[in-house]
Nanobody, 122 residues
Framework: QLQACGGGLVQAGGSLRLSCAAS????????MGWFRQAPGKEREFVAA????????DYTDSVKGRFTISRDNAENTIYLQMISLKPEDTAIYYC?????????????????WGQGTEVTVSS
């Protein structure tokens, strides 16, 4: 089970830190990812992190602004977001991929959290 939190309303240029806590065992055997879905749009990949945390991947629109990290001792991943833009407004979902490789593909992720809403005002 994945539980995401940390969303909220922020002005453009502001920052937020999302968290996603996982229950269960073997958290460090899962690649973890963040996705988002804006109103009226399809869900899209945001960032992913390898099992150890050594490898990361980002969609181009967030590179240099978002940082994904994980704490395997706490079964938690994070998404630090700075320089937020109105186009970052979306519901953000965390997800777990047991196949062990970094991927943007939604279908590769086996488990999903409930989402946390981020609204960036202009």
């Amino acid at each position: 089970q994945l539980q995401a939190c940390g969303g909220g309303l922020v002005q453009a240029g502001g920052s937020l830190r999302l968290s996603c806590a996982a229950s269960g065992r073997a958290f460090n055997t899962y690649v973890m990812g963040w996705f988002r879905q804006a109103p009226g749009k399809e869900r899209e990949f945001v960032a992913a992190i390898s099992r150890s945390g050594a490898g990361t991947d980002y969609t181009d629109s967030v590179k240099g602004r978002f940082t994904i990290s994980r704490d395997n001792a706490e079964n938690t991943i994070y998404l630090q977001m700075i320089s937020l833009k109105p186009e970052d407004t979306a519901i953000y979902y965390c997800a777990a991929n047991r196949n062990g490789y970094l991927t943007h593909r939604i279908s590769a992720y086996n488990y999903w959290g409930q989402g946390t809403e981020v609204t960036v005002s202009s």
